[in-house]
């Protein structure tokens, strides 16, 4: 029994010894002949020759010495000038980004995370804006299908208080004239692109571009994820960046267009609004917008979800979630994400300077729009309004709305006008997301 036991054991030793003495190129392909194999061939060299292969693999290489065979996240071929230069360039303009989130403060929850993304975007060698990369990967699980945005506007209207609008209806022609922007930047950049040899847009991006007229950066991002996604870095930096200098350019335009005797105006006081006019009201716009414009609800949904939570009164704690934890964390993700469209070939183009020129246009006509609809509503109204209220159509909830009250507030000391601007103001993030349905049943 014993020699019955021990014989397949001498057996397999004096196999594995013969095998062991053959030589290596005669080991048969196996992980232990390929690891024998790998330390014959293996040739030891010089410290100079491993560091520099070393620097063959640092991002200063590669952006000294660009790869003809270099490609982007998206798999296109990248130019010399996107790896070298380009990538310096975009450094510089998300320092820049930096700069107004931390320095000026103009809308740092978004600018911050955007500038970083971008950051991250044009390292060179990791590949982070690839479908398996960092980016990539935040991209395609929220902004590619539109589902970020969403639930940002679900914390925005979680957010929002309708009771100024409700109790002052007629200023929602206010947020309606604001958007006069959008659709006066869509022909604008459509005739940009057919009369000038400057930019080539379709008619897809040029209402991509149209929607920043709006001031509404989660709008901007929607639509042009389903319409252009190519143009997404450009049209939410500038979205965002117009939003942001809402105290810098509207103060000049309100004031332009409007005496000294309109900004100091004192309205009167506003009704209070029932919490039964309030729980009636997100139902009816949701209602509305499915009769009327189907392309409208996602968003329209979202913001009347997170209102009419808030205003029930009986999911305090999903209300709150949707205002703080909900919303922070689709902020940082949905900036980073938007970050990931900042890289030098898709950035550095013509195009993207049309962009922010149309843009601002676009801005600028929608504040002056609102105040000039203001100035005619005063002259027939029974009630005096103030013009500057109208400024605040625009959806840049509630910066709009604080500036036009700081204004009245040098014109007269002591006017407050911030509630009377949070009507057109409300009316305005509405206002957006009905010019986006409009587009998108337009175009898509």
């Known amino acids: 029994m014993l020699i019955r036991f021990l014989l397949p054991i001498l057996i397999f030793l ?54 003809p065979e270099a490609r982007n996240g998206q798999g296109e071929k990248m130019t010399a000038f996107a790896q070298s230069w380009g990538r310096i360039i975009m450094f510089i303009v998300v320092f820049v980004l930096f700069y107004l989130a931390i320095v000026k403060k103009f809308e740092p929850l978004l600018l911050l995370p955007i500038g970083f993304g971008g950051l991250l975007a044009n390292i060179p060698v990791v590949n982070m804006t690839g479908p398996d990369g960092f980016l990539g990967i935040i991209y395609n699980m929220g902004i590619g299908n539109e589902f970020f945005p969403l639930i940002i506007f679900m914390g925005v209207g979680a957010m929002t208080d309708f009771g100024p609008l409700l109790s002052n209806p007629k200023t929602a022609l206010l947020g309606a004239a604001a958007q006069f922007g959008i659709f006066g930047s869509l022909v604008g950049a459509a005739a940009l692109s057919q009369y000038t040899g400057f930019v080539d847009f379709t008619m897809r991006q040029c209402a991509s571009i149209s929607i920043i007229g709006g001031a509404d950066g989660p709008t901007s991002i929607f639509i042009a994820s389903a319409l252009s996604p190519e143009l997404l870095g450009a049209i939410a930096v500038a979205a965002y960046s117009y939003m942001a200098l809402v105290p810098v350019i509207q ?16 309205m009167p006081q506003l009704r209070k609004v029932n919490r039964r006019e309030k729980l009636i009201f997100p139902l009816l716009i949701v209602v509305l917008s499915a009769m009327l414009l189907p392309e409208s609800t996602p968003l329209i949904g979202a913001f009347a979800f997170g209102n009419f939570a808030k205003e029930s009164g009986v999911v305090e704690r999903l209300s709150h979630e949707m205002q703080n934890s909900l919303i922070n964390i689709v902020t940082i993700f949905l900036g980073l994400g938007v970050g990931s469209k900042l890289q030098a070939d898709k950035f550095l183009v013509l195009d993207t300077m049309g962009i922010l020129v149309i843009g601002l246009v676009a801005f600028a006509v929608g504040t002056a729009a609102g105040v000039l609809l203001a100035k005619l509503m005063n002259r027939f109204s029974k009630e005096p309004i103030n013009p500057l209220i109208g ?48 587009l998108l049943s337009i175009f898509n």
């Open 391 to 438: 400024a605040a159509g625009v959806s840049a909830v509630p910066m709009a709305a604080r500036v036009a009250n700081k204004v009245g507030a040098e014109a007269r000391p002591g006017n407050v006008l911030l509630m009377h601007a949070m009507g057109p103001n409300v009316a305005g993030v509405i206002g957006s997301a009905v010019a986006a349905g409009v």
């Open 251 to 266: 103060p000049p335009i309100m004031k332009a267009l409007t005496t000294k005797e309109e900004r100091r105006i004192v």
């Open 14 to 67: 004096g196999a594995s010894s013969l095998w062991a003495s053959e030589p290596a190129v005669a080991a048969p392909l196996s992980g232990v002949g390929k690891s024998v194999q790998a330390k014959e061939e293996h040739v030891p060299k010089p410290l100079t020759v491993l560091l520099k292969d070393f620097f063959k693999t640092t991002g200063i290489y590669a952006i000294v010495n660009p790869s």
